[in-house]
């Protein structure tokens, strides 16, 4: 008998294990027996396979509200401080979360499928509980020696391989003995928020909703003469079209909220893996509205592999976020956590499964299935990357083969003027942008599959003395940062296109339109486009590089002003027909609102301070503001003034206020700096909004500024403070798992944002002294400069000797040489004159500590050098004096406001869509059979 | 040759124009001699933190310039500037992958990214620290 644990739940871990396994079993069951046309069996198993997933969900949330934290899972996800409204974050915070949740979404569609019955039922239940299996798989956490199988949410702590032969395992009172499992780790803050209690499910949902379409197109292949499983699995498509556009966008707007990421999308590798599917999938669905009806099929094999492709990389995006191959070109993949090989069996199973049935003689299908059955065993001989290789190579000509060769296809010709033709274009433009974006973002697997080719490449690109096969060799690619180069250079014109042929199609009627009508019922929406963009060009700077992007906002704003126009003139009271062109309305503001805002962000913060002349132009960053406690600074179109900050909770907030902008007046004889110059006012004049405006007209340079003009010198403006506007708190989260994190705090208007964060803000005290002296920082400074330390402005007036007289005064003796730097000190409320000594005694350096008591600042002059009259010297600091900052960013995001507009119409436009047409379906379907 | 056919050799020939161009844009992962042979072009460094040496951020004078020592996986060190605030956790960073390039015996980075350790491994410190505890 195994020995009892003291207040371990060790039964309800086996619970767990059982639930799991059943659903495993049971998943396995209905696999068969749908495939046998058990169709009874199948169901029952299916509904077993259900309750069993939804049970051990059930049990996993109430462990969590247990606080079990001899839970690994538990203990990783939760600890006594977090409140109980994360709790859903936390049962996804993890990888066996995210899992659990996938199959969640599996179970309910596979429910719903299950209600009706049709001739496709058994065998799209058969590919869904397929899928299931493996994903329950995912969980059963079994060893075969270092093979692991499975990640098992019920692991108790001490079962942990980690932990594993660790003493306190074997001990059966560990968990009142150590304090320590009286709390857990806790949810990553970050993930502490609403965002994630609603993304994932949605993301989730939407990556399942993949796989209805996936099953049915399956199923088709099994009798390609029939196509009436399309109907239902346009319904799906559209379904997952809304559900996971709205997930990916959902995250976007977490980014831009509540990350520091400074925008809402970034292309990011795992963002993209979850938009290539969407953009798949978009193209798959558009494919079956063509071939849903038509008496002759068109683009056959495109609908099919379209729709089959969507769902490979929905598990393609599991495999490159979960299995820590990513590693770090993304800041949001999870670390790999030993089921690599098991998520890559997955995935290349299914690419099989499904590349396999595009073939539709069973002597092709029968050779595929022996080779990859012969490749199983070169992998597990260590082979693994030649053997998928070939393998991929291998799919790549049967494909083709079935391409040309194994899919009905109708002789005669589309007209250019037909709905269809332009929905096929378009849909080969989706899977051109998927293609490519999956190119970048497969860089480190394409670097996996370049690692055994290294020797050979290198050698041939000696030989061939090719520089492209040597780079190549080396295995090493990685994604340039250069989003322009890299990603908008294809996406944007690809857009334009997209946009453009949305905005035509809807106006084309099926098989053939007349042209002159449809130039006729464009003609409003063309025009508007071109204000728009007229518009747009004049209020904000475009640069002439920046032409791509405004031709994509006029294709865009055409999308949208062609489809609202349909919406207005065509679809007008006919509910069935409004779902369509509201989607694309919604998708054209998206593009429309995306592009404008992320091309026309301003970043209004700027550097003022620091020496420009040592920093490198090319390196130098001026976009982050250092402002000081009580300080108010211009900051674009406002004045900003960092008032305090406090800390609530896990957050340290930082009170910034900003004011009006109000008009400055410059008089006479005012004299002001610019870039590192002396100016004087030669008249009264207000001033403009850059100094250069006035420059010429009202400012006199003074290249030598007099004693009056350097002490008067003030920094030029462009305004004054007027009265307080509003208050943004961004705040720096105290997070001890993975690093302070910043996180933004922005104001919203109808037709702009004010986004701002802190880069750098101290959270703890600097460290000082017993005495409160902090600092001790070696300057290097020159005859006349100046340096702020916390209030006070510090300036290097003259060098001197001290004479023989003054030194007894001083302190120093008749043979001392005493040179003494004079020091001016300057703040608000003084201005005094300090001498600090250099002494050379029979010539050994004498330190002199020298204490501007009423400055709160000590210093030593640490070596001198005559000739170029510099010196160096080390600054204190009292922490009574010190001035606390921090150094922000703000951006103005334009018209950001369209964007999440779109995406509610999309959702919205998607929803009416799947509605109308399962009304619509209901009533030509015939009565149950 | 159908119209369909047309358009789709048409779009494949852009596709791989596509992955021609963006290929090209590509940065490689190098060390910091690697990059050095190449100064001024953009490429990627990763490694880990030199903790011989400071990592000097001083807000008032730049705050946008941190500089600290980076020892590549081939075991050079190098000063590293980064024309970014300082990072909240470098110093306790595990790993670092900078984006940038080599200007005279210096890397200058302008992107950064870092792997911190998670907790999840220093609980197990804590766990092995505290079980010596419990077994002494």
């Known amino acids: ?929 | 040759m159908k119209r369909t056919h047309i358009i789709s050799l048409l779009l494949i020939g852009a596709l791989i124009g596509s992955f021609i161009a963006t290929f090209i844009s590509t940065s490689r992962s190098v060390n910091f001699a690697e990059a050095a042979a190449t100064p001024g072009e953009e490429c990627k460094v990763s490694g880990t933190l030199n903790r011989d040496y400071p990592v000097v951020y001083e807000p008032e004078v730049d705050p946008t310039k941190t500089t600290f020592h980076m020892v590549d996986v081939a075991g050079e060190t190098q000063r590293v500037v980064l024309n970014q605030p300082k990072p909240t956790g470098l110093e306790n960073s595990e790993s670092i992958d900078l984006y940038g390039s080599a200007v005279d015996g210096e890397f200058h980075a302008t992107e950064m990214l870092m792997k911190c350790p998670s907790k999840y491994n220093e609980n197990n410190h804590v766990l092995l620290s505290e079980d010596t505890q419990g077994e002494s």
């Open chain 1, 1 to 929: 008998m195994s020995p009892e644990y003291i207040g371990e739940w060790t039964e309800v871990a086996f619970l767990g294990r059982t639930l799991i396994a059943l659903a495993f079993g049971a998943s396995f069951v209905a696999v068969v027996s749908f495939l046998k046309e058990w169709n009874h069996i199948g169901k029952r198993a299916f509904q077993l396979h259900a309750i069993s997933t939804f049970a051990s969900i059930a049990l996993i949330f109430a462990l969590f509200g247990a606080h079990r934290y001899e839970f690994q899972y538990i203990w990783k996800h939760l600890n006594n401080e977090m409140p109980m409204r994360f709790i859903f974050s936390a049962f996804w915070g993890g990888q066996e979360g995210g899992f659990l949740l996938w199959m969640f979404w599996h179970n309910v569609l596979g429910l719903i499928l299950l209600r009706t019955t049709t001739r496709w039922s058994a065998k799209v239940m058969a590919t869904l509980s397929g899928i299931e299996l493996f994903l329950s798989s995912m969980l059963l956490g079994i060893y075969f020696g270092d093979f692991q199988l499975g990640l098992d949410p019920f692991l108790l702590l001490r079962e942990a391989p980690n932990n594993w032969g660790l003493p306190w395992t074997g001990r059966l009172d560990y968990l009142t003995s150590f304090p320590m499992f009286q709390d857990g780790q806790g949810l990553n803050p970050l993930l502490q928020n609403y965002w994630m209690t609603i993304h994932p499910p949605t993301l989730f949902l939407g990556f399942a909703a993949t796989s209805v379409p996936f099953a049915f197109a399956a199923a088709g292949l099994t009798q390609r003469d029939d196509r009436s499983w399309m109907t239902p699995a346009l319904r799906w498509g559209v379904f997952g079209i809304g559900i996971l556009g709205t997930g990916i966008l959902m995250g976007g707007a977490w980014a831009y909220e509540a990350l520091s990421f400074g925008g809402f999308w970034a292309w990011d590798p795992v963002e993209n893996s979850s938009l290539v599917p969407w953009l798949t999938l978009v193209a798959g669905t558009h494919l079956l509205l063509i071939n849903r009806n038509k008496k002759s099929p068109m683009a056959l094999f495109s609908t099919f592999y379209f729709l089959l492709i969507s769902f490979l990389l929905v598990l393609y995006s599991t495999f490159l976020t979960k299995s820590g191959i990513l590693g770090d070109t993304s800041v949001h993949s999870f670390v790999d956590s030993g089921i690599l090989p098991q998520l890559l069996v997955y995935v290349l199973s299914f690419v099989g499964f499904a590349h396999i049935l595009l073939l539709k003689s069973v002597q092709w299908r029968r050779g595929m299935a022996i080779l990859a059955v012969a490749l199983t065993v070169i992998a597990l001989k260590g082979y693994v990357i030649e053997a998928i290789a070939v393998f991929l190579l291998a799919l790549t000509f049967t494909t083709i083969k079935a391409y040309r060769t194994d899919f009905e296809r109708s002789s005669e010709e589309e007209s250019v003027w037909s709905r269809e033709f332009w929905m096929f274009v378009g849909s080969l433009l989706f899977l051109v942008s998927a293609a490519h974006i999956t190119w970048q973002t497969s860089l480190p697997v394409f670097n996996q599959f370049l690692e055994p080719l290294g020797p050979i490449l290198s050698k041939l690109g000696a030989e061939w003395n090719s520089s492209l096969l040597t780079d190549l060799s080396k295995h090493n690619l990685a994604p340039g940062t250069d989003l322009d180069q890299t990603y908008h250079l294809v996406q944007v014109p690809l857009a334009i296109l997209i946009m453009g042929t949305m905005g035509l199609a809807q106006w084309l009627k099926y098989k053939k339109s007349n042209v002159a009508q449809v130039g006729r019922s464009l003609i409003l929406s063309l025009s508007l486009s071109i204000l728009v963009s007229g518009v747009l060009v004049a209020l904000f700077p475009f640069e002439w590089w920046e032409l791509p992007r405004v031709v994509l906002l006029f294709s865009a704003a055409f999308a949208v002003f062609s489809n609202g126009d349909y919406l207005f003139r065509k679809a007008k009271g006919h509910w069935s027909k409004i779902g369509s062109p509201l989607a694309h309305v919604g998708f054209g503001l998206v593009i429309f609102g995306a592009v404008l805002s992320t091309s026309q962000k301003a970043i209004i913060s700027q550097n003022q301070i620091g020496d420009i002349s040592t920093l490198n132009e090319e390196l130098n960053n001026r976009e982050d503001l250092l402002i000081m406690e009580g300080d108010t600074l211009p900051l674009g179109p406002y004045f900003v003034s960092y008032r305090d900050r406090y800390q609530e909770g896990i957050h340290v907030k930082f009170r910034m206020d900003y004011f009006e902008k109000a008009p400055h007046n410059y008089a006479p004889g005012d004299v002001v700096f610019f870039d590192g110059m002396v100016f004087e006012a030669l008249e009264s004049h207000v001033a403009s909004a850059q100094f250069s405006e006035d420059m010429e007209d009202h400012w006199m340079f003074i290249p030598f500024p007099n004693e009056r003009q350097a002490a008067e010198a003030q920094i030029w403006k462009s305004g004054t403070a007027g009265p307080k506007q509003f208050t943004l708190e961004p705040r720096i989260q105290l997070n001890e798992q993975m690093g302070n994190a910043p996180e933004p705090d922005t104001r919203h208007w109808l037709h702009k944002d004010l986004y701002t964060h802190i880069k750098w803000g101290r959270v703890t005290p600097p460290e000082t002294d017993e005495e409160g002296w902090m600092g001790g920082r070696t300057h290097t400074m020159l005859v006349g400069d100046s340096m702020l330390i916390g209030h006070t402005l510090m300036t290097i007036d003259s060098l001197r000797a001290i004479t023989n007289e003054e030194k007894p005064a001083r302190g120093l003796l008749e043979k001392d040489i005493g040179i003494a730097a004079c020091v001016r000190l300057k703040n608000k409320t003084a201005r005094q004159l300090h001498e600090p000594l250099y002494i050379v005694r029979d010539s050994i350096i004498i330190p002199d500590l020298y204490e501007a008591e009423r400055f709160g600042i000590k210093m030593r002059i640490e070596s001198f050098d005559p000739t170029e009259e510099s010196l160096d010297m080390t600054v204190w600091e009292h922490e009574s004096v010190r001035r606390d900052f921090v150094v922000m960013q703000a951006v103005m995001f334009p018209l950001i406001n369209v964007l999440w507009f779109g995406c509610v119409l999309m959702a919205m436009g998607t929803a009416l869509a799947i509605w109308s047409r399962y009304k619509r379906d209901r009533k030509s379907m015939p009565p149950h059979d």
